[in-house]
T-cell receptor, first 113, second 108 residues
C-alpha cells in the first residue's frame, strides 16, 4: 500500500545546479500538489495539477517548474538551485473536490550550499 | 500566504491528559481540515469539518468550528505517547492553506 512515493529522500546540491524531484501516487487521484515546508512557516503551495494535462501556480512558484507526466506522476524541477530553496519538499495527491483529503509523501530534504 | 494560525505553538502534556489546540483564520472557507505530522514524515489527514458543521468527532478527536469567530479547535482526549506530533489546520477555499502548526509532546 505505497500511497505517495517521493524520490530522492535526501539531496545536497551546489548553488546553480539543477535537480528534479519525483513523485508518484497509486491511488488513481486526479489532483497532485507540490509544497515546501520551512521552519515556522507551515506548508506553502508551489504548484498543483488539478487533473492530468493541467498545471497551475501556487503561492511560491518562482524558481520552480513542474511536469504532470501522466495521471500517476508529478515532478518538480529546480533549474538553477539557490540557497533560499533549501527546504523539505512534499508531494500530495487527492481526489477531485475541496472536501477530499490530501495524501502526502514523506518528503525530500533538500540542502543547497 | 498562511490562512490559518494555530495556538499554542507548542504544548506539553502528561499521558492521559487532554490536549486542546486552536486555529484562527481570516477569510471565509468551505471546510477546515486537521492534519498530523510525525517527525520526519509527511502529513496525515485526521478530520474534515465543513463550514455548515459545528462539531465533529472521530475516535479520540473532537473538532469544533465557529465560522462567526473564524476559529476552530482540535481536542485530543486521553492522550498517548503516540500522539506526540505536530498538528496543522488547513482551510479550504479552492486550495488548501496551512497554518504553522502546534507541536504536541506527550510525556509518559
Amino acid at each position: 500500500n505505497a500511497g505517495v512515493t517521493q524520490t530522492p529522500k535526501f539531496q545536497v546540491l551546489k548553488t546553480g545546479q539543477s535537480m528534479t524531484l519525483q513523485c508518484a501516487q497509486d491511488m488513481n487521484h486526479n489532483s497532485m500538489y507540490w509544497y515546501r515546508q520551512d521552519p515556522g512557516m507551515g506548508l506553502r503551495l508551489i504548484y498543483y495539477s488539478a487533473s492530468e494535462g493541467t498545471t497551475d501556480k501556487g503561492e511560491v512558484p518562482n524558481g520552480y517548474n513542474v511536469s504532470r507526466l501522466n495521471k500517476r506522476e508529478f515532478s518538480l524541477r529546480l533549474e538553477s538551485a539557490a540557497p533560499s530553496q533549501t527546504s523539505v519538499y512534499f508531494c500530495a495527491s487527492s481526489g477531485q473536490g475541496e472536501d477530499q483529503p490530501q495524501h502526502f509523501g514523506d518528503g525530500t530534504r533538500l540542502s543547497i550550499l | 500566504s498562511q490562512q490559518g494560525e494555530e495556538d499554542p505553538q507548542a504544548l506539553s502534556i502528561q499521558e492521559g491528559e487532554n490536549a486542546t489546540m486552536n486555529c484562527s483564520y481570516k477569510t471565509s472557507i468551505n471546510n477546515l481540515q486537521w492534519y498530523r505530522q510525525n517527525s520526519g514524515r509527511g502529513l496525515v489527514h485526521l478530520i474534515l469539518i465543513r463550514s455548515n458543521e459545528r462539531e465533529k468527532h472521530s475516535g479520540r478527536l473532537r473538532v469544533t468550528l465557529d465560522t462567526s469567530k473564524k476559529s476552530s479547535s482540535l481536542l485530543i482526549t486521553a492522550s498517548r505517547a503516540a500522539d506526540t506530533a505536530s498538528y496543522f489546520c488547513a482551510t479550504a477555499r479552492y486550495k488548501l492553506s496551512f497554518g504553522a502548526g502546534t507541536t504536541v509532546t506527550v510525556r509518559a
